[in-house]
Structure formats: C-alpha cells, structure tokens
C-alpha cells in the first residue's frame, strides 16, 4: 500500500532565503507525481507535475525534482515571499492509472 | 478553479438530514473525483468517476452517495448514515490520469 510521507510538518524561514520541501513515498512503481498549495480555507492550487519519466519540473522560482529510485520528490522555492505562506501538499498517482495519494502536508511560514 | 464551481461554500446540516454539495465544470474533463479534509488527516477520497453514468466508491464511501448524469456535474449527497459528516468537502477534476485540478471547496458543519 502506497504511503506518501511529507517531513517536516511546518517550516517557519525569514523572508529571502530558497528552501526545501520534501516528499515520500513507499512504493516506486509511481505514474506521477504532483506538487499542490493550500491557502487556509481554500481549494488546491497544481503548482507542477512530474511524470515518471522526467527528472525534474520548473516554474518561476519553484523546481520539483523526482527519484522514483529513492522515492523521493522535493520541492525548491527560491527566493521565498510571504506570499509564499501556505501548505503544500504533494499526491503520488500509482502506475495503473489509479487514485492520487497524498501527503500530509508541509505548512510554510515565510517572515518579512 | 478556473472552471470548477462548487456549491455551497458554506452549508449546516441538522442531524438526520440528508444535505447535497455541488460540483460543476466547463474543462470538458472526463474524470471527477470527491474528496473530504480533515484537520490532521489530509485528503481522503469518497468517490471518483471516469465517465458518466459510471463512479466508484473511494476510501471512505460509507454514509456518501454520488451521481453523474452529466460529464460536467458530479453531486454529492451526504446522507444521514454518515456520523461525522463535519468537515472541508473538494471537489476535483482530471482528463484521464494527468493533471488533477481542485474546485474552492464546502465546508459543512453539523449543527
């Protein structure tokens, strides 16, 4: 049974420094992996996906890399804002097309 | 969002009652999926649906019960069977098995 691990389970950085969040999972055999973030009291915003087969995934100054080996995904933010403040949560989608599996979640707090 | 509405964004439930959640979408995305959040216990799937007039039970199915008539509604009643119906219900969307997209999200509250 896939499990998806996300440590630690809140981060508190001052603002300006590049940070790492990071992501497990128990079980390689992954279709994909995808990166959420979540404002309090609101929906999940996609912020990237990976596809098994690729390495890594940019957009703006957030980088997601994967090994599928390791079962290892992190998420890098460069450059942190307040307006980065919020929980990010990253889901595993298993090789048979099947349910997404998330984590718990990483609650960031990013001070000026 | 951008294209998923769910409905209402806050909803109280008597005890007994049987309460229905909307999730609506313009994406033309083949699969819809019900999620339920609770603090300290991450997203739990109910039910999900490939294709319409087609769904299956999720995690927690227990005391939930879907339909899907149309590809861009999914509606989700939670009937009284369900004991601790108190929490943040997300609707989301996928074409297939890529990208999943999430809606604003109900909260529901038992009074």
């Known amino acids: 049974k896939q499990e998806v691990t996300q440590i630690p389970a809140a981060l508190s950085v001052p603002e300006g420094e590049n940070l790492v969040l990071n992501c497990s999972f128990t079980?390689?055999?992954?279709?994909?992996l995808q990166w959420f973030r979540q404002d309090p009291g609101k929906g999940l915003t996609s912020l990237l996906l990976i596809q098994s087969s690729q390495r890594e995934q940019t957009s703006g100054r957030l980088n997601a890399s994967l090994d599928k080996s390791s079962g290892r995904s992190t998420l890098y933010i460069a450059a942190s804002q307040p307006g980065d403040s919020a929980t990010y949560l990253c889901a595993v989608r298993g090789n048979q097309g099947g349910k997404l599996i998330f984590g718990q979640g990483t609650e960031l707090s990013v001070k000026p | 969002d951008g294209g998923i509405t769910q409905s209402p964004k806050y909803l109280f439930r008597k005890e007994g009652q049987n309460v229905t959640l909307s999730c609506e979408q313009n994406?033309?995305?083949?699969?819809m999926y019900w999620y339920r959040q609770d603090p300290g216990q991450g997203l739990r799937l109910i039910y999900y649906?490939?294709?319409?007039?087609?769904?299956q039970k999720g995690d927690i199915a227990e005391g939930y019960s879907v339909s899907r008539e149309k590809k861009e509604s999914f509606p989700l009643t939670v009937t009284s069977a369900q004991k601790n119906p108190t929490a943040f219900y997300l609707c989301?969307?996928?074409?297939?098995?890529?990208?999943?997209?999430f809606g604003p999200g109900t909260r529901l509250t038992v009074l």
């Open positions: 994406l033309n995305h083949d699969a």
């Open positions: 649906s490939q294709i319409v007039n087609d769904f």
């Open positions: 989301a969307i996928s074409q297939g098995v890529n990208e999943q997209f």
């Open positions: 079980d390689s055999a992954i279709y994909n």
